[in-house]
């Protein structure tokens, strides 16, 4: 089994079903439209393994994607810092906060898609699923 098992991080990158790593999480491939850019099939299209896998399952995930942009402004500040570089002296912080906030802004639909994935990829394991209630 291990032989032609998919890599986890570009499954994840990808957004596919951590069971199987094959099927999209994700009904729609792209953030757009970004009123259904959170919409997930009730169940993997490859390995049938639920997505939600109790109600209110991703109700947490607010805080994983509030996490993933303040790393994020974090990175933007030491690339911007390494880069161009920050001084208080000129008005470099606030461009960088400005350009930091713009790219958090940006990428906010995909860091919110990126949490539910997290979410999902701790509570199921490769081939393994989840114990899920209705199949006890
Ligand atoms: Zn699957």
Not at 60 to 72: F, Q
Not at 109 to 124: G, I, Q, T
């Amino acid at each position: 089994m291990a032989d032609n098992k998919p890599a986890i991080l570009p499954a994840m990158i990808t957004m596919k079903c951590p069971n199987c790593r094959k099927g999209h999480m994700f009904v729609n491939k792209s953030i757009f439209p970004l009123s259904g850019m959170l919409q997930m099939p009730e169940k993997c299209e490859s390995c049938g393994q639920k997505f939600e896998l109790e109600v209110g399952f991703y109700y947490g995930t607010g805080y994983v994607s509030y996490a993933l942009s303040v790393a994020l402004y974090i990175f933007n500040f030491v690339w911007y810092g390494v880069l161009i570089g920050l001084s208080y002296k000129d008005n470099s912080i606030f461009y960088c906060l400005g350009i930091s906030t713009a790219i958090v802004l940006i990428l906010q639909p995909w860091l919110m898609r990126f949490s539910r994935v997290l979410y999902l990829y701790m509570f199921v394991k490769y081939g393994k699923g989840a114990a899920l209630k209705t199949e006890e």
